[in-house]
């Protein structure tokens, strides 16, 4: 596994630099912290406990549907989790995760000091943490949290209670703050790279969140603008989608999904990007088709804007439309399957090990492969007629979303966890607490395929009896991959406070320092790094 | 790369970076009037013309028969009452007709009301003229007030073979709060 602790001496003189100085001591380090490694602990612990808050929701969500009838919860209760689970899993959970991957490596790995503008990016955080507390005080509020659904379509979104404007302000900010993130990575990436880190040398995850945050800074505003015309059809009678008005309910699904659609890609391309950069190492070879996986990601992020109204194919549209969408959507799976073909190639013949990182790696392949290949179905359009708005949809986007993206970022989290902490994770409990994710995952969203393949509809607190026995498999399932998260949370603790006791290398990996230049410094990554660019870089990961 | 350049660079990328955000912030407001236009254009949506066509002399079609149904509902349960005297009719393509609806003011205060149709087969909609109509203007009902409103329109010969029926549907929303 680890190998010999490789000397790296130009990296080591960090020391030596007149800016180098430790972190402020106490609770107003973190407060007032500039600094990318904090930044960027910051944002991972707050997705970690957003994941939980989103988890728990999802939990009273399946014990709600463990049995048909109602048990626990009011259906108006039952639709605010709904609504607020897939909220805070996306803008508190994923997102952030991400964006706190990028803070931690992206200047680590461009061989840059720090990102371009440390001050944004703390203000970005703490925006973050201000919306998502308002997108939860909305639970306690009159009338209850938003509960039509993370889509917010009027006109049933304008029944919401007092929480509306609470929750739409919410959005505004979160929008803010990821846009400041997006800004923040591209400067960045095209100001701090040393010198001999050229854009078509650049590994794989920075590639795939430059153009991520190219699709965050084009959409982020249209969805402001999307939830300011709610508010001002809700308080100040404007009629953008209010049809006594002479407006149109449908429009919004319209500019919804104009941003709905790239959105979905901002949670998968930096999940690419991780999983270009593990592979290769696990796989002891280095990426095939580093260029054509550049071009792949640039094709999804282009075609994102144009295939928006598949996700309305029902609401009426003529044939013509339906047909476009439909074409323009199946494109998306040519370069999909190359970025598949690519990883498949990259393990072939490659001398494999199966740590813990490499495990979730693989099974993010082979599990978002069949969630691209829900999605193909989807996008033929008469069949879409039967799949809509059923649990078949559920499936699709959680395949695309849990072991996809949540997978690949414990991946990251136990690739990067030795260089940033300096200790070596447990490896027993890191692979059982991947055994049981992946099983108990496919226990929980593969019957969903069945139950909206016979017409469950989402979203409802209660079901005909007929969907009772896989409904109940699928909560099984739920229970088991939630409980099993605790484990990923006590590995990361115990990491943190010593993990093993075994010494990591400076490379932590066989060989790694040949894929990235985060693996030249030393572990625990010391608090500067790079303060002048390195002269070489590794070119093994292209 | 001295610092000062380096700043320099920042602040200009930011810059239009900023720009951009602000461009697609207005371009989200932007899709409001061309998805309108769309509409106009491609006569998509089932968006009926909210003004009287001209009253326009077509050929009659005898040979050919299209039912057209009349649906009315109120929004939010809007305090009124509201009905078409008329189910359904059997027209024939280029012919004028006038067909009645019914609407009651259910509350002892005045109100202003909408009426907003909709043609399925969305398609469809283009081929159906309206000269006169009760939604094309709000309308203000006295306390307790009813009145029989009419609606004249005509089957245009030119839709397609394939459309045998042609739904119109009504819902009336309470505007009165919003005056």
């Known amino acids: 596994m680890s190998a010999v602790i490789a000397e790296h001496d130009e990296h080591d003189e960090h020391h030596h630099d007149d800016h180098a100085h430790g972190p402020d001591k106490g609770l107003l380090r973190w407060i007032v912290t500039t600094n990318h490694k904090d930044i960027g602990t910051l944002y991972l612990f707050f997705a970690l406990a957003m994941f939980f808050v989103g988890g728990s929701m999802a939990m009273v969500i399946r014990a709600e549907l463990f049995e048909p009838g109602l048990q626990f919860v009011e259906p108006q209760f039952f639709n605010s989790m709904t609504t607020m689970h897939a909220l805070v899993m996306v803008f508190g959970a994923v997102m952030p995760a991400f964006v706190g991957l990028a803070n931690w490596m992206i200047p680590m790995m461009i061989g840059a000091p720090d990102m371009a503008l440390p001050r944004m990016n703390n203000m970005s955080f703490w925006m973050l943490v201000a919306g998502v507390l308002l997108l939860a005080s909305t639970l306690f509020m009159e009338g209850g949290a938003p509960a039509a659904g993370w889509t917010l379509y009027p006109p049933l979104v304008l029944q919401t209670g007092k929480a509306l404007p609470f929750a739409i302000f919410s959005v505004h900010l979160l929008g803010i703050s990821s846009i400041m993130g997006a800004i923040n990575i591209i400067a960045t990436i095209f100001n701090m790279r040393a010198p001999a880190m050229t854009l078509m040398k650049m590994p794989l995850f920075v590639w795939t969140w430059l153009i991520t945050a190219f699709l965050l800074i084009a959409v982020m505003p249209v969805f402001a603008g999307a939830v300011t015309m709610l508010l001002t059809d809700k308080f100040y009678n404007t009629s953008f989608f209010d049809a006594a008005g002479g407006g149109d309910p449908v429009l919004y699904q319209h500019i919804f999904w104009f941003f709905g659609h790239p959105e979905v890609y901002i949670m998968i391309l930096p999940t690419f990007g991780v999983a270009s950069t593990i592979i290769p190492v696990f796989a002891r070879k280095p990426l095939f088709g580093y260029s054509s996986m550049v071009y792949a990601t640039a094709s999804i992020a282009f075609l994102s804007f144009i295939v928006w109204a598949h996700h309305m194919f029902t609401v009426g549209m003529p044939i013509a439309g339906e047909l476009y969408f439909m074409y323009a959507t199946m494109l998306i799976a040519i370069p999909t399957g190359v970025k598949v073909f690519n990883w498949t190639a990259t393990m072939w013949k490659g001398a494999m090990t199966f740590e813990t990182p490499m495990l979730f790696s693989i099974s993010f392949v082979v599990l978002f492969t069949m969630g691209g290949f829900t999605g193909l179905m989807m996008s033929i359009a008469p069949s879409d007629f039967q799949y809509h708005d059923t649990y078949f949809i559920v499936a699709h986007f959680h395949y695309t979303l849990v072991p996809a993206s949540i997978f690949i970022l414990m991946a990251a989290a136990y690739y990067w966890l030795p260089k940033w902490t300096g200790h070596m994770y447990n490896e027993k409990i890191g692979q059982l607490h991947f055994w049981l994710s992946v099983v108990s995952v496919n226990i929980l969203f593969f019957p969903q395929h069945f139950l909206g393949l016979a017409g469950m509809p989402r979203r409802i607190p209660d079901y005909a009896v007929q969907f009772a026995d896989w409904n109940m498999i699928s909560s099984i399932g739920g229970f088991i991959f939630g409980a099993s998260q605790l484990l990923f949370l006590y590995v990361v603790i115990d990491t943190i406070k010593g993990g093993t006791g075994e010494k990591v290398s400076d490379e932590v990996w066989e060989d790694a320092h040949k894929h990235g230049l985060e693996w030249t410094i030393p572990s625990p990554a010391p608090y500067h790094t790079f303060t002048t660019p390195p002269t070489s870089i590794p070119t093994e990961h292209i | ?179």
Request: proline content about 6%; glycine content about 4%; charged content about 20%.
């Open chain 2, 1 to 179: 790369m001295n610092t000062d350049d380096l700043q320099q660079k920042n602040a200009r990328l930011v810059r239009n970076l900023v720009l951009v955000v602000v461009a697609m912030f207005g371009f989200g407001f932007a899709l409001v009037p061309l998805y309108d236009v769309l509409c106009d254009i491609t006569g998509l949506n089932g968006k009926v013309a909210a003004t009287a066509a001209k009253e326009v002399v077509y050929p009659i079609d005898n040979s050919r028969e299209v039912t057209v149904e009349f649906i009315t509902s109120l929004n939010e349960s809007a305090p009124m009452l509201f009905r078409s005297e008329t189910k359904k009719l059997i027209v024939h393509p280029g012919e004028y007709y006038t067909v009645n609806f019914y609407a009651e003011n259910l509350t002892d205060k005045p109100m202003v009301a909408q009426a907003i149709p909709s043609i399925s087969p969305g398609l469809a909609a283009e081929y159906f003229k309206k000269t006169e109509c009760f939604c094309f203007t709000e309308q203000t009902f006295k306390p307790r007030e009813g009145r029989t409103m009419p609606v004249r329109f005509v089957v245009n010969p030119d839709l397609p073979k394939q459309y045998k029926t042609i739904t119109l549907a009504y819902t009336f929303f309470d505007n009165t709060k919003t005056q």
